[in-house]
């Protein structure tokens, strides 16, 4: 069953729940498995739950480092002021990450072959991003995409998105992919002039950390 959200903050809520309640232990998780939803309005992306405490200019930053196409966290850096710890943690030796969604659709010219498949041809179905690939899996050592891949479809007059996900954490990376996506979306959306649809969002496994529960729960 698929299910149908106004905004990512509902989806939000509607999944922490769900996974508080009726997640499976998963390792230091949580989790649900094989989740898919739609998020009507995706523009709609800040998230507003206290505990949470989203920052949109943190998640605007992420974003403009993706634009940038730089892997390094350092770029993230000077656009933020610093470097969160999780992006350290993650880090290579040289200070990149395979993680900067970005820099993995600047490579081979992803996003722009996608605009103009769209513009050539409003009823492709090869306007797709990969994000994981599967030639670099010997340089995921620290940092893995959470993402496989992500598709747009002219429908309905309409430009909608697809993101599929091996693992999404939802406290922290739902939070700011959902919002970085959105922007991604609207961005394509813009340059093919057709105006934002619904967002699908797939994850195989979708979890809350254990540590972030016990902090719920205080």
Same mark, same amino acid.
């Given at each position: 069953?698929?299910?149908?959200?106004?905004?990512?903050?509902?989806?939000?809520?509607? @999944?922490?729940? &769900?996974?508080?309640? $009726?997640?499976?232990?998963?390792?230091?998780? %949580?989790? =649900?498995?094989?989740?898919?939803? +739609?998020?009507?309005?995706?523009?709609?992306?800040?998230?507003?739950?206290?505990?949470?405490?989203?920052?949109?200019?943190?998640?605007?930053?992420?974003?403009?480092?993706?634009?940038?196409?730089?892997?390094?966290?350092?770029?993230?850096?000077?656009?933020?002021?610093?470097?969160?710890?999780?992006?350290?943690?993650?880090?290579?030796?040289?200070?990149?990450?395979?993680?900067? @969604?970005?820099? &993995?659709?600047?490579? $081979?010219?992803?996003?722009?072959?996608?605009? %103009?498949? =769209?513009?050539?041809?409003?009823? +492709?179905?090869?306007?797709?991003?990969?994000?994981?690939?599967?030639?670099?899996?010997?340089?995921?050592?620290?940092?893995?995409?959470?993402?496989?891949?992500?598709?747009?479809?002219?429908?309905?007059?309409?430009?909608?998105?697809?993101?599929?996900?091996?693992?999404?954490?939802?406290?922290?990376?739902?939070?700011?992919?959902?919002?970085?996506?959105?922007?991604?979306?609207?961005?394509?959306?813009?340059?093919?002039?057709?105006?934002?649809?619904?967002?699908?969002?797939?994850?195989?496994?979708?979890?809350?950390?254990?540590?972030?529960?016990?902090?719920?729960?205080?």
């Amino acid at each position: 069953m698929m299910w149908i959200f106004n905004n990512a903050d509902s989806a939000f809520d509607y @999944y922490k729940s &769900q996974i508080l309640n $009726n997640g499976i232990d998963f390792d230091d998780t %949580k989790a =649900l498995f094989n989740v898919g939803f +739609t998020i009507e309005n995706p523009m709609d992306n800040h998230i507003s739950c206290e505990q949470r405490n989203w920052k949109h200019d943190y998640a605007e930053a992420e974003w403009q480092w993706y634009l940038s196409g730089d892997p390094s966290i350092f770029k993230l850096g000077d656009i933020y002021g610093k470097v969160p710890p999780i992006w350290s943690r993650m880090a290579d030796d040289k200070g990149n990450v395979n993680s900067n @969604y970005g820099w &993995q659709w600047e490579r $081979n010219d992803q996003l722009d072959k996608v605009i %103009k498949l =769209l513009s050539d041809n409003p009823k +492709t179905r090869q306007a797709a991003i990969s994000i994981y690939d599967a030639k670099e899996i010997k340089n995921y050592k620290y940092d893995t995409p959470c993402t496989y891949a992500v598709q747009f479809t002219i429908l309905d007059n309409k430009l909608n998105m697809c993101v599929t996900m091996r693992s999404n954490d939802l406290w922290y990376g739902f939070c700011n992919d959902q919002y970085c996506f959105s922007m991604l979306q609207k961005l394509v959306a813009d340059e093919v002039g057709w105006p934002v649809g619904n967002y699908f969002h797939f994850a195989h496994n979708l979890h809350l950390y254990n540590n972030i529960i016990e902090k719920i729960n205080e």
